[in-house]
């Protein structure tokens, strides 16, 4: 029950404007239930949505660790979860989209796992396809391609 009910006032209060105290929130809910995939998923779009607010170096690096460690406990709680795989692989392409680098080759092994165990998850192709742009191997952009395309019409979207 804690768990819901910080989700929720997370959720509300970032959709209100607060996203500082809503984090708070969802980060509270992440620690009641950290095996709940969706806590991490709403807490990482959160995080990105600050990052972007603000020019903040220290908040920037601070909603990163966050970021990052939540990639890393849904990987070990949930190994076998797609989505586990994708929280983790979108918390390094954050890091890498900020300039740090080092984090794009775990990026895109995360999300080449997310791939594996759902091979049409557009979500995780489309964000694999951007980590691959960043890695800058035009023959991996290319394979991610295929299979984004690919995906696209076996669900005819």
Not at 17 to 28: A, E, I, M, S, T
Not at 111 to 127: G, K, N, Q, T, Y
Request: charged share 25%; net charge neutral.
């Amino acid at each position: 029950y804690r768990g819901d009910a910080n989700f929720q006032r997370g959720k509300n209060l970032a959709r209100g404007g607060q996203g500082l105290p809503g984090l708070v929130h969802l980060n509270q809910a992440a620690a009641a239930v950290p095996q709940e995939l969706e806590y991490k998923i709403v807490q990482l779009n959160l995080i990105g949505d600050l990052i972007n607010a603000t020019r903040d170096i220290s908040e920037r690096l601070r909603l990163l660790k966050i970021a990052h460690e939540a990639g890393k406990e849904a990987v070990r709680l949930r190994p076998y979860e797609v989505n586990a795989h994708y929280i983790a692989a979108t918390s390094h392409l954050m890091h890498a989209q900020l300039g740090l680098r080092e984090h794009i080759g775990a990026s895109v092994m995360e999300f080449d796992e997310a791939a594996r165990l759902d091979p049409l998850m557009a979500p995780v192709l489309i964000a694999r396809l951007e980590a691959e742009k960043l890695l800058g191997e035009p023959q991996r952009v290319r394979l991610a391609e295929q299979a984004l395309e690919r995906a696209r019409a076996l669900q005819g979207n």
